[in-house]
């Protein structure tokens, strides 16, 4: 590095470009040599399932998931992005090998390698074929002719190909991928998140319109950046049908969020809800929020369920061998400590997913929260059908062993511990709140959960 230092800038300057151009082409090859590894690895672990061509199709589906959660789990990723993996290599080893040539020979970089996968998906060979050819090309000119081009422009020209030549009807492709519109929801620091929809172009760029409009309204007293009135717009939009800004169209009181009543799962300290302290609370699916806005959501709860008190007034938390479905207090108990899926690495809530035995009822489980945890849909079929094992271990950690041997473990998100007699908090000598406590607030309670007054437990 001195050496290089001590040449001319311009040399210099040189010097580092190739560098960077050396490290790129390394990175593609590995790129490269990841999707071949993994596609010889999912033929082994279909080996290890016992898997032939006689194989029924559930069992074979099966062996793919656990591969996936096996593939996941090693790399420490979420399942739909190791999912994701797993098929770009099958299609990139297969019909799609020459992009996986070209990526090996530095020619194209991962970004392009999954625009030709979208673009290629669901489109008949030849057409397939035609569009992944575009790339291709693009990439053979900028190595023999200089020629460079971004991947929003090859994007574009394979976009305008594959429309030429599908066969079926835009109109009827657009109603299909309409079937899979949504709504997605990415934590952000600072207390934020990223809310984005998926749905019909025309239908994005028209609220895109309306928003500018509305935001395009300014009062001398508002202070706001248009982006800043337009993400405000949106929210009241959707809370409450109403904007908050304007009184022609506000008849409903609002909350903080909105005119509807959401269920919301808030673990709030009670010392923070009483105004003593400024703990933050725990917003079920995001994480840390502020004292304040945790204390503005307990204000407009309907109501609230004590977790954690003294053993005489908390709940029951072991119903032995005398029922196999945990009763609600004990279902609600597992679902807050446990937070989301036990399964490592996924993070599907806790309400959407099963109560699970850990040891088997059949096999002389108990009921009773020792012995339970929260399993989505998919882990808790993976636990009892693909060879995956589980054995609990002190503090309520799980212990996962792979089909391939591979040992992790999870923990709750709430390690709740008991609290024995004359153990509460006792804080001392505070200053008495400004406001009363709310009904039923217990400064011997450790967690209070803001839950509404009609939330059913989720299925067993």
Not at 98 to 123: C, F, I, K, M, Y
Not at 401 to 413: D, I, M, Q
């Amino acid at each position: 590095m001195p050496a290089i230092l001590d040449l001319p800038a311009e040399q210099a300057l040189e010097f580092e470009l190739a560098a960077i151009v050396s490290a790129e082409q390394l990175i593609r090859r590995l790129h490269a040599d990841r999707y071949r590894a993994v596609q010889r690895a999912r033929a082994l672990a279909t080996e290890v399932a016992g898997i032939t061509e006689s194989s029924r199709a559930g069992d074979r589906n099966m062996a793919t998931r656990s591969f996936v959660a096996e593939l996941a789990t090693t790399l420490g990723q979420h399942e739909a992005s190791a999912s994701r993996l797993v098929a770009e290599a099958e299609r990139l080893t297969g019909p799609r090998i020459a992009t996986l040539d070209a990526l090996d020979a530095g020619e194209v970089a991962p970004t392009q390698v999954r625009s030709v996968l979208e673009l290629t998906r669901g489109a008949p060979a030849e057409v397939a074929d035609a569009v992944e050819r575009v790339a291709l090309d693009a990439a053979g000119a900028a190595v023999a002719d200089g020629v460079v081009s971004t991947n929003a422009d090859v994007r574009r020209r394979m976009r305008r190909v594959r429309e030429r030549l599908m066969p079926e009807p835009l109109v009827d492709r657009r109603a299909r991928a309409a079937a899979d519109r949504r709504v997605c929801v990415e934590a952000a620091p600072d207390g934020m998140a990223w809310l984005s929809l998926f749905l019909e172009a025309e239908r994005a760029f028209a609220i895109e319109r309306r928003l500018d409009v509305l935001a395009s309204r300014e009062a001398s007293d508002d202070h706001r950046t248009g982006a800043q009135r337009a993400t405000d717009l949106a929210a009241d939009l959707l809370l409450s049908g109403t904007l908050v800004d304007d009184p022609r169209t506000r008849d409903v009181v609002t909350g903080p969020t909105g005119a509807v009543q959401p269920r919301l799962n808030v673990t709030v300290p009670v010392l923070t809800l009483l105004g003593l302290d400024d703990e933050p609370a725990d917003l079920e699916g995001y994480g840390p929020i502020d004292a304040e806005t945790a204390r503005i959501i307990a204000a407009h709860a309907p109501s609230m369920r004590r977790i954690l008190v003294h053993p005489e007034t908390g709940a029951t938390l072991s119903y032995g061998r005398e029922h196999y479905r945990a009763p609600a207090d004990l279902d609600g108990f597992v679902r807050v400590r446990d937070g989301q899926c036990r399964f490592p690495g996924c993070n599907r809530r806790a309400e959407r997913a099963d109560l699970d035995h850990t040891r088997a009822w059949a096999h002389g489980g108990k009921t009773c929260s020792a012995n339970l945890a929260v399993l989505c849909r998919h882990h808790h079929r993976l636990k009892h059908e693909a060879g995956w094992r589980v054995a609990l271990e002190a503090n309520g950690i799980m212990r996962w062993t792979s089909p391939a041997g591979h040992v992790l473990r999870t923990t709750p998100e709430r390690r709740f511990e008991p609290v024995g007699a004359g153990e509460g908090v006792h804080p001392p000598d505070p200053p008495e709140p400004t406001d009363p406590p709310a009904p039923g607030a217990s400064v011997d309670a450790e967690v209070l959960e803001l839950l509404d007054s009609d939330l059913e437990p989720a299925p067993f």
